[in-house]
């Protein structure tokens, strides 16, 4: 079982950088898909980017694209979600997360089963004038 720590976030002009932190302890030693989820005022939870602990192997959802960039500090046991070019609809709570029993993509794309994987606190990006 792991214990996902957040940090970073806050209220950014449009145009502006944030990075987020996520620090794991716990069960670290094996492979597992660890990424980043998000959710919009009256929208449903959407899957940014994810990442495989064992390969590096790393989707992105479309919108962030070239924005966005996920790297992870294996020393450390810590990802990072790097994000440029905010724009206000980046507004959103958002959350880390890891699994064992999905990849990255499918992690990303389907969500994590209630009880299969671990979640961060969460944090709030407002991009904004």
């Known amino acids: 079982h792991l214990q996902l720590v957040q940090s970073g976030g806050g209220l950014v002009q449009p145009g502006w950088s944030l990075r987020l932190s996520c620090a794991a302890s716990?069960?670290?030693?094996?492979?597992?898909?660890i990424g980043w989820f998000r959710r919009a005022p009256g929208k449903g939870q959407e899957g940014v980017s994810c990442?495989?602990?064992?390969?590096?192997?790393?989707y992105y959802v479309d919108s962030v694209k070239g924005r966005f960039t996920m790297t992870r500090d294996n020393a450390q046991n810590t990802v990072y979600l790097q994000m440029n070019s905010l724009k206000p609809e980046d507004t959103a709570v958002y959350y880390c997360?890891?699994?064992?029993?999905?990849?990255?993509?499918?992690?990303?794309?389907?969500?994590?089963?209630?009880?299969?994987?671990?979640w961060g606190q969460g944090t709030q990006v407002t991009v904004g004038s």
């Open positions: 990442m495989s602990t064992s390969d590096g192997a790393t």
């Open positions: 716990g069960d670290t030693s094996g492979a597992y898909s």
């Open positions: 997360a890891a699994t064992v029993y999905s990849t990255p993509q499918t992690m990303c794309r389907m969500g994590i089963m209630p009880n299969l994987g671990s």
